[in-house]
């Protein structure tokens, strides 16, 4: 069975950084994408980043692109996903997904991925 657990969120100020992990256990797939997610109350889960296992390809929402970085570590499924610049509207919960077989799209569609970690909270103040 998959698992997928977040860590990292917090509370910062505005125009600071947080780097969010993303670990797996029992993730055996060769071919996949990570995608990391979030969602702010009262709104839709919106992808906003991922990357490809094949060839590390990345893709970013509009929103976030040059602020945020999605990688993958050195330890074995983990992956990362450093938000620098943090505004206001970044405040959510963030999650990280695994889909197997499925490429890194330019649209991170949250229905392609069926694993999913619990979430973790971001918290930015003005």
């Known amino acids: 069975e998959v698992h997928l657990v977040e860590s990292g969120g917090g509370l910062v100020q505005a125009g600071e950084s947080l780097r969010l992990s993303c670990v797996a256990s029992?993730?055996?797939?060769?071919?996949?994408?990570i995608g990391w997610f979030r969602q702010a109350p009262g709104k839709e889960r919106e992808g906003i980043s991922c990357?490809?296992?094949?060839?590390?390809?990345?893709n970013y929402r509009e929103s976030v692109k040059g602020r945020f970085t999605i990688s993958s570590g050195n330890a074995k499924n983990t992956w990362y996903l450093q938000m620098n610049g943090l505004k206001p509207e970044d405040t959510a919960v963030y999650y990280c997904?695994?889909?197997?077989?499925?490429?890194?799209?330019?649209?991170?569609?949250?229905?392609?991925?069926?694993?999913w970690g619990q979430g973790t909270q971001v918290t930015v103040s003005s």
């Open positions: 990357i490809d296992s094949r060839d590390g390809k990345t």
């Open positions: 997904a695994a889909a197997s077989y499925l490429k890194c799209a330019p649209y991170i569609q949250r229905g392609l991925y069926n694993y």
């Open positions: 029992g993730f055996t797939f060769d071919e996949y994408a």
